[in-house]
Nanobody, 122 residues
C-alpha cells in the first residue's frame, strides 16, 4: 500500500485548499481513511476520518465546520477540503489508512503517506 498526499501550499488566512491523497495497493474500500497533521514543535493531531464506505465522517473540534473529508473509491482517492483557514492550521498534513471501521487514534492506522505542507499566512 502506498499513499501520496498532495495539494498543500501557501495560503492566506481565510482562504481554502484542497488536499488529495492517492492510494495504490489492495482494495481501497477496505480501509477507513484519516488525515492527521503535525505543526512545528507540536504533537501529531487527528484532523478527520471517513469510514470505508464513505459514510458519516468524524472531525476534530478544531476543524469541525471548516474542513470536509471525502473519498472517491472509484478513483482510490481521499480528499480534505479546507476552508476558512487559520494561522494555527499551518502544519504538515498526512493521510493514513486503517483496517478498522473508523478511528481517531494514529496508532490504529497502518499505512501513512509522506505528508504535504500547508502554510497559512496573515
Amino acid at each position: 500500500v502506498q499513499l501520496q498526499a498532495s495539494g498543500g501550499g501557501l495560503v492566506q488566512a481565510g482562504g481554502s485548499l484542497r488536499l488529495s491523497c492517492a492510494y495504490s495497493g489492495r482494495t481501497f474500500s477496505s480501509y477507513a481513511m484519516g488525515w492527521f497533521r503535525r505543526a512545528p514543535g507540536k504533537e501529531r493531531e487527528f484532523v478527520a476520518a471517513i469510514p470505508k464506505n464513505g459514510g458519516l465522517a468524524y472531525y476534530s473540534d478544531s476543524v469541525k465546520g471548516r474542513f470536509t473529508i471525502s473519498r472517491d473509491n472509484a478513483k482510490n482517492t481521499v480528499y480534505l477540503q479546507m476552508n476558512s483557514l487559520k494561522l494555527e492550521d499551518t502544519a504538515v498534513y498526512h493521510c493514513a489508512a486503517s483496517t478498522l471501521s473508523l478511528s481517531v487514534a494514529a496508532s490504529l492506522y497502518k499505512y501513512w503517506g509522506q505528508g504535504t505542507q500547508v502554510t497559512v499566512s496573515s
